[in-house]
């Protein structure tokens, strides 16, 4: 279920396509963390209706969708390992960071 009125999420955001990012936990505790490339000539991006759908495929039992658009990044080991939208890293107030123990 998509919270869009709740969440007071504009129209153009939550029903047209764009990167995205999401983190979801399987029931097992796996945690799923997804970027969508968008806005380039490989991938028109996906709606929030569409991610939700996609995180359900994956067996995300919960998820949360992050700020997408330009700020979809993904990052191993300190590269860049997806196509960012806005052709490189853009300056964020808060991401999300997954370290080894």
Partial sequence: HV?????????DIAKGRAPRTALGIKKDGTLLLVVVDGRNNN?????????????????????????????????????VVNKPSDGMERPVSIGLGLFPK
């Fill in 3 to 11: 919270r869009v009125a709740e969440e007071k999420i504009a129209a």
């Fill in 43 to 79: 991938s028109a991006g996906l709606t929030l209706a569409e991610l939700a759908t996609y995180m359900l495929r994956l067996g995300a039992r919960e998820a949360v969708n992050f700020d997408g658009g330009g700020s979809s990044v993904i990052a191993i080991n300190g590269l």
